[in-house]
């Protein structure tokens, strides 16, 4: 059973940073998403299970950054310049059974429990 375990979330002012981390039961394809009060859930980053290929959402990409341990097993989220606008339950995934890099949900089999970011103005 895979398990995924988050943190790193919390209350922020904009301009703040946070690291979220994601530590998983061993390595995998993996990604984050967030989900905002009344919004779908949407792909912000994900990272192949070699951690060759990195893909980070268009709307991010100048503040967030994703990277993981030297055991592969660990994902962290750096997230710079917050603004209010990102505040969501941020999500992390893997994948065990697809390569690459994977955008869509529906592709993770794994999620862990979302961790809280919220950003004041």
């Known amino acids: 059973q895979v398990q995924l375990v988050e943190s790193g979330g919390g209350v922020v002012q904009a301009g703040d940073s946070l690291r979220l981390s994601c530590a998983a039961s061993g390595r995998y394809g993996m990604g984050w998403f967030r989900q905002a009060p009344g919004k779908e859930r949407e792909f912000v980053a994900a990272?192949?299970?070699?951690?060759?290929?990195?893909y980070v959402e268009d709307f991010v990409r100048d503040r967030f950054a994703i990277s993981r341990d030297d055991s592969g097993n660990t994902m962290y989220l750096q997230m710079n310049n917050l603004v209010p606008e990102d505040t969501a339950i941020y999500y992390c995934?893997?994948?065990?059974?697809?390569?690459?890099?994977?955008?869509?949900?529906?592709?993770?089999?794994?999620w862990g429990q979302g961790t809280q970011v919220t950003v004041s103005s």
């Open positions: 990272q192949s299970r070699s951690g060759s290929i990195t």
């Open positions: 995934a893997a994948t065990e059974k697809i390569a690459g890099v994977q955008l869509r949900p529906d592709r993770y089999q794994y």
